[in-house]
């Protein structure tokens, strides 16, 4: 079973940081591509950001672009969401996702709440 479990999320305020992480099961992780999403009240998920299976190319939102630094350890099956400079706006549930190579198939995990005050 592929398990996804994102954490670090929390309540900020304006300008802070905040780190998520997602711990992924499965193996290798090497063969997954990994984005982050998140998903306002009403609305679709939206893209955050990702990176390759090696993590030598990312791609990011024009929203979080120079905000946001995604990256991952291979050993630690993880990836992480660096969030800096973090506005009201980005409050959001954030979601790790994974799509394996080359199946093409998507796992999800069930999201953490970010929420930054004025």
């Known amino acids: 079973q592929v398990q996804v479990v994102e954490s670090g999320g929390g309540l900020v305020q304006s300008g802070d940081s905040l780190r998520l992480s997602c711990v992924v099961s499965?193996?290798?992780?090497?063969?997954?591509?990994v984005g982050w999403f998140r998903q306002f009240p009403g609305k679709e998920r939206e893209f955050v950001a990702a990176?390759?299976?090696?993590?030598?190319?990312?791609d990011y939102a024009d929203s979080v672009k120079g905000r946001f630094s995604i990256s991952r350890d291979n050993v630690a099956n993880t990836v992480y969401l660096q969030m800096n400079g973090l506005k009201p706006e980005d409050t959001a549930v954030y979601y790790c996702?994974?799509?394996?190579?080359?199946?093409?198939?998507?796992?999800w995990g069930q999201g953490t709440q970010v929420t930054v005050s004025s």
């Open positions: 996702n994974l799509v394996q190579y080359p199946s093409g198939r998507n796992y």
């Open positions: 499965v193996r290798p992780f090497s063969d997954y591509g």
């Open positions: 990176v390759t299976r090696t993590g030598t190319m990312a």
